[in-house]
Antibody, heavy 118, light 110 residues
Framework: EVQLVESGGGLVQPGGSLRLSCAAS????????MHWVRQAPGKGLVWVSR????????SYVDSVKGRFTISRDNAKNTLYLQMNSLRVEDTAVYYC???????????WGQGTLVTVSS | QSALTQPASVSGSPGQSITISCTGT?????????VSWYQQHPGKAPKLMIY???NRPSGLSNRFSGSKSGNTASLTISGLQAEDEADYYC??????????FGGGTKLTVL
């Protein structure tokens, strides 16, 4: 069974940092693009970042450029999102998702909540 | 990186058909056949319903279909059922090599 499990969320003060992890199982992780998508409470989905299967190509939404870094460890079947200089508006559930064609998301993890507040 | 435009809400009665639109620009929806659709029930992770404009994942009901004309993509759900009540989101690849979602549409089954 294909499974994605996010972890690392929590409460952090503005300006702080967090690293999210997404543990993958049930498929050949090193063959797939992977994405991060977030959803603020009561709001819609927002694409955050994507990384190619070998890590050679990375993209970000403008609002996180320079603050967030996506990476992966194919030996550990794990995707990461390093989030620095966090802002109140970064508060959201963060989902990781596999991208079979690089441009659609299937499946999604269950999400991890990041709350940025003083 | 502006969000794609979706109606905030649509509704229909059981057995009826509804269509949800998703409007972008020539830099996203209109420029690529890379539109996908997702269903999200409250408190749950999104689920892929359609990819590359009109392709259904294996095992998904053929009551769900997708299409595109110009800068507007559409998701049609036929034979509405109570369990179809959910939020629906479109997504498109963009010329900036990023992805963008629509604002979401709440489907109410009357």
């Amino acid at each position: 069974e294909v499974q994605l499990v996010e972890s690392g969320g929590g409460l952090v003060q503005p300006g702080g940092s967090l690293r999210l992890s997404c543990a993958a199982s049930g498929f050949t992780f090193s063959s797939y693009w992977m994405h991060w998508v977030r959803q603020a409470p009561g709001k819609g989905l927002v694409w955050v970042s994507r990384i190619k299967n070998d890590g050679s190509s990375i993209s970000y939404v403008d609002s996180v450029k320079g603050r967030f870094t996506i990476s992966r460890d194919n030996a550990k079947n794990t995707l990461y999102l390093q989030m620095n200089s966090l802002r109140v508006e970064d508060t959201a559930v963060y989902y990781c998702a596999r991208a079979p064609g690089g441009r659609w998301f299937d499946p999604w993890g269950q999400g991890t909540l990041v709350t940025v507040s003083s | 990186q502006s969000a794609l435009t979706q109606p905030a809400s649509v509704s229909g009665s059981p057995g009826q058909s509804i269509t949800i639109s998703c409007t972008g620009t020539s830099s996203d929806v209109g420029g690529y056949n890379y539109v996908s659709w997702y269903q999200q029930h409250p408190g749950k992770a999104p689920k892929l319903m359609i990819y590359d404009v009109s392709n259904r994942p294996s095992g998904l009901s053929n009551r769900f279909s997708g299409s595109k004309s110009g800068n507007t993509a559409s998701l049609t759900i036929s034979g509405l059922q109570a369990e179809d009540e959910a939020d629906y989101y479109c997504s498109s690849y963009t010329s900036s090599t990023t992805l963008v979602f629509g604002g979401g549409t709440k489907l109410t089954v009357l």
